[in-house]
């Protein structure tokens, strides 16, 4: 089943960064199709690795790859490739070269990790958007209130001098409509700030 979510390839490009550093370990993050998104060796991006396209098809959920399979698997080198699952969907796959035995349960550690930094993610991207829907309906409310200060200020020209105070009234309401959308605007401009 194909994931609603896909990983993005700086997330990618850091969990192999990350491993190395602390490990010292060559991995590769694998996507759909058994394609490598990242890796230690950049000349391999973009090319198919045969134990992640079987992980990545659902055939099995972790490959230890012995140096007799490398010989024989596509674009694989020995090691141990392990899925990374959210919500029951496959998203990717993580391989770690080097003696199955050894790198599994680094593996095992980065994949915890990479759960953990999509679901932050997820929360963010979850909270930006109720932010957004909060925003779009204080914009309507202060649309509307334009709306109705425009039919008081033709309602308070009708009474003449009756409606005087009436125009004072609808006069503050045209006011906050405009704070409102000036703040909204403000807002905008540091949310685009800080998301570049």
Do not use: C, W
Request: aromatic share 2%; net charge neutral.
């Amino acid at each position: 089943m194909k994931s609603t979510y896909t990983i993005k390839p700086e997330l990618a490009r850091k969990i192999v960064s990350d491993i190395k550093t602390v490990s010292g370990a060559d991995a590769n993050v694998i996507i759909e199709g058994g394609v490598i998104l990242a890796s230690y060796d950049p000349a391999r991006v973009g090319t198919v690795h045969e134990g992640g396209r079987r992980i990545m098809n659902g055939e099995v959920d972790e490959i230890a790859i012995t140096p007799e399979m490398a010989a024989t698997m596509q674009g694989t080198r020995p090691g141990y490739n392990g899925v990374i699952k959210l919500n029951g969907q496959r998203i990717a796959v993580i391989g770690i070269a080097g003696d199955p035995q050894i790198v599994k349960p680094l593996q095992k550690m980065a994949e915890i990790a990479v759960k953990e930094e999509i679901q932050r993610e997820i929360e963010t991207a979850r909270e930006r958007q109720i932010v957004r829907d909060m925003e779009n309906q204080i914009v309507d409310i202060a649309e509307r209130m334009k709306v109705l200060s425009l039919n008081g200020s033709i309602q308070a020209a009708k009474l003449g001098d009756k409606g005087r105070s009436f125009k004072i009234v609808v006069a503050e309401m045209r006011k906050l409509a405009e704070q409102i959308n000036e703040i909204i605007k403000e807002i905008d401009r540091n949310r685009a700030q800080q998301e570049h």
